[in-house]
């Protein structure tokens, strides 16, 4: 009991003499009565030249993205009927019969295409696919820019070869796995 007694006592002096927790209230400041004349500070002539202390500042970071232009769907080929033929006329040609070197790197209008270009496209891909999902995760942050470049020419290539380009997308899976040998050496 007596110790209730002294708990009690000791509670209430802590109370009592912590004091009030509201806000002190402050007289308010009498209001000015009497104008004051605001003054006129002339400018002096003869001002001190200071120069700008040159800053270093670090270079300003430039996107690669930013100057790349959005890459549009290949759309397939329109099929246009031939024109009605004209009539025959003889050209002279100076050239002679074509070489077997001429043929070398002779432009394909993707059309009729051989199924082993087809199966080399479509295992170059793969191939691809396989080399990037293996490359180590720091490789990849270190070399994004040329990750990146693999990554868009193996997904041209592959949107080539669903439209059916199938040299097309072997050219663009070779580049791929080109830059992809490049970025794992």
Avoid: Y
Avoid at 21 to 30: D, G
Avoid at 137 to 150: D, F, G, L, M, R
């Amino acid at each position: 009991m007596q110790k209730i007694a002294w708990t009690t006592l000791w509670f209430g002096l802590a109370i009592g003499l912590a004091g009030c927790r509201h806000k002190p209230q402050l007289a308010p400041l009498p209001p000015v009565m009497t104008p004051v004349a605001l003054e006129d500070i002339p400018e002096p002539d003869n001002l001190p030249m200071v120069e700008a202390a040159p800053e270093n500042l670090p270079p300003v970071p430039v996107s690669t993205e930013a100057g790349k232009p959005k890459r549009k769907k290949k759309q397939p080929p329109k099929v246009v009927a031939p024109p009605e033929p004209a009539p025959e006329t003889q050209i002279a040609s100076a050239a002679g019969p074509p070489t077997p070197d001429a043929a070398v790197g002779a432009l394909t209008a993707g059309g009729e295409t051989n199924p082993q270009t087809k199966q080399e496209a479509e295992d170059l891909i793969a191939s691809i696919d396989k080399r990037l999902n293996a490359l180590p995760a720091q490789k990849v942050e270190e070399q994004k820019a040329q990750v990146s470049k693999v990554r868009n020419f193996r997904k041209d290539a592959q949107e080539a070869l669903k439209s059916g380009d199938a040299e097309g997308a072997k050219t663009l899976a070779t580049k791929a796995k080109l830059l992809l040998d490049d970025l794992e050496k």
